[in-house]
């Protein structure tokens, strides 16, 4: 993978300072540009190719929400601020980790760990060579209806039907859930528990005992939980 191309936007000089500081220990973190204000860092993406964007959220003239709203194709965000209450909106435009000032170096790693994941797969790196891109058709209210595989966040058994839960809208299929599993990619999907089969590059944050998607628990079946712990593992920093 090349190096991610970083973009760091935040009215603080030392918060800047602090970021590029954290991440000389990062080899494959470049950061292209610290920016002060929104229009800097538009500028900066209409110029230059930018992976990742880390963002403060209270800055002048425009915050840090509304420049992300603003962006038609936006790169991979962190958010890094120094107020909790933002939590949830930042979630819901889909940032891949929100961080708190000052922010400690384990957290930051963690975060990072979650931005090479999600590159990995946009730039085709597969290790069973399966495309993430690929999609499904299931039939559902009487239609076959087609779904990309990375837009679906988890599977939920209900008996001897199953509901698909996406970025976009849920659909019930008359399948189990075993077939489901036997059928997708393993290096996306993974079983967690007798209810449930989750894809991997939704996964927020995970303890011994629950993964988190959506700002939603998952709990971890006793007969699952070694197998998705190992595949989490590997990709802890």
């Not at 800097?40 to 209270?58: G, S, T």
């Not at 058709?137 to 009487?142: A, H, I, L």
């Not at 809208?169 to 393993?186: A, D, R, W, Y």
Request: with cysteine; hydrophobic share 40%; glycine share 2%.
């Amino acid at each position: 993978m090349e190096n991610i191309r970083c973009l760091i936007l935040d009215d603080e000089p030392i918060a800047i300072t602090v970021i590029e500081s954290h991440l000389k220990e990062f080899k494959d973190l470049k950061v292209v540009a610290t920016c002060r204000n929104a229009s800097e860092a538009f500028e900066v993406l209409r110029k230059e190719k930018i992976d990742l964007i880390f963002l403060d959220i209270e800055m002048p003239k425009l915050d840090g929400l509304s420049f992300l709203k603003s962006l038609k194709d936006p790169p991979l965000v962190l958010i890094t601020t120094a107020h909790r209450n933002f939590a949830l909106d930042g979630f819901e435009l889909d940032v891949v980790d929100y961080l708190l000032k000052p922010i400690p170096l384990d957290r930051l790693m963690q975060a990072i760990g979650k931005v090479r994941r999600l590159l990995r797969a946009d730039q085709g790196y597969h290790p069973n060579g399966i495309d993430p891109l690929s999609y499904i058709f299931v039939k559902s209210d009487r239609e076959n209806v087609k779904i990309n595989l990375m837009d679906i966040r988890y599977i939920e058994s209900l008996k001897n039907h199953v509901k698909i839960v996406t970025s976009q809208k849920n659909h019930i299929t008359m399948v189990s859930i075993g077939e489901m599993q036997n059928k997708l990619p393993k290096n996306l999907f993974v079983r967690i528990h007798r209810s449930f089969l989750v894809n991997l590059n939704h996964i927020q944050n995970y303890t011994n005992t629950y993964v988190v998607i959506d700002r939603k628990s998952f709990p971890l079946g006793n007969v699952y939980k070694n197998a998705v712990l190992e595949v989490l593992d590997k990709n802890r920093i």
